[in-house]
């Protein structure tokens, strides 16, 4: 089944303490990118990746980071999470940047306390 | 800058009825339109994909057309059920996707 794939579904952590959120497809898609849900802001987008070992900063990057080593995983890495970044955050791939069709994953909540 | 507005916020209807929601978009060059179902505290499943070119796209009790003169699609559905209820989402792409507000939907027994 094609899918995107996020782990852990429910997080919570305390401040500064760094965490990575997983994401990976199976679909062979080059454009992968992280956003985050919140209440009154919608769907902001993070990083994002066009292809293996290219990514970019999306509108809300601060405080993040993200690698694409290969071309199926694109993690979420939070060096020192702080309260702000508690927030629904999905993950989403299309298969030639985002004019094509994009699959979101289930989402990681995360609660910094 | 694209901007996309959905109306209407919220609905609620009772099952069966037949329902259209409405997608604005203030810059009509786009490449594609894309309808998402968004249930609480989950994912967002994709629903339907406008290409540019087509005027209309069907998937079950779906149907999303697109105006792009007009800067506009809706989202039909038919014969609601309870099951339908949910946020829906349109976006269109950028360099990423621009979504809407979103119109959350109750269909009741």
């Known amino acids: 089944e094609a899918q995107v794939t996020q782990n852990p579904r429910y997080l919570i952590t305390v401040t500064g303490k760094k965490l990575t959120v997983t994401c990976s497809q199976n679909m062979n898609h080059e454009y992968m990118s992280w956003y985050r849900q919140d209440p009154g802001l919608g769907l902001r987008q993070i990083y994002y990746s066009m292809n293996v070992e290219v990514t970019d900063k999306g509108d809300v990057p601060e405080g993040y980071k993200v690698s694409r080593k290969e071309k199926r995983n694109f993690p979420l890495i939070l060096e020192s999470p702080s309260p702000n970044q508690t927030s629904l955050y999905f993950c989403?791939?299309?298969?030639?940047?985002?004019?094509?069709?994009?699959?979101f994953g289930q989402g990681t909540r995360l609660t910094v306390v | 800058k694209q901007e996309v507005t959905q109306i209407p916020a919220a609905l609620s209807v009772p099952e069966g009825e037949n329902l259209v929601l409405n997608c604005s978009f203030t810059?009509?060059?786009?490449?594609?339109l894309q309808w998402f179902r968004q249930d609480p505290g989950k994912g967002l499943t994709s629903l339907l994909l406008i290409q540019s070119s087509q005027r209309e796209q069907t998937s079950g009790r779906l149907n999303a057309s697109l105006d792009k003169s007009s800067g506009r699609s809706t989202l039909y559905i038919a014969a609601s059920q309870p099951g339908d209820s949910a946020t829906y989402l349109c976006?269109?792409?950028?360099?990423?996707?621009?979504f809407g507000t979103g119109t959350r939907l109750q269909v009741f027994p």
């Open positions: 810059d009509s060059a786009i490449y594609n």
């Open positions: 976006a269109v792409p950028t360099d990423k996707l621009i």
């Open positions: 989403a791939s299309s298969l030639v940047g985002m004019n094509t069709e994009a699959f």
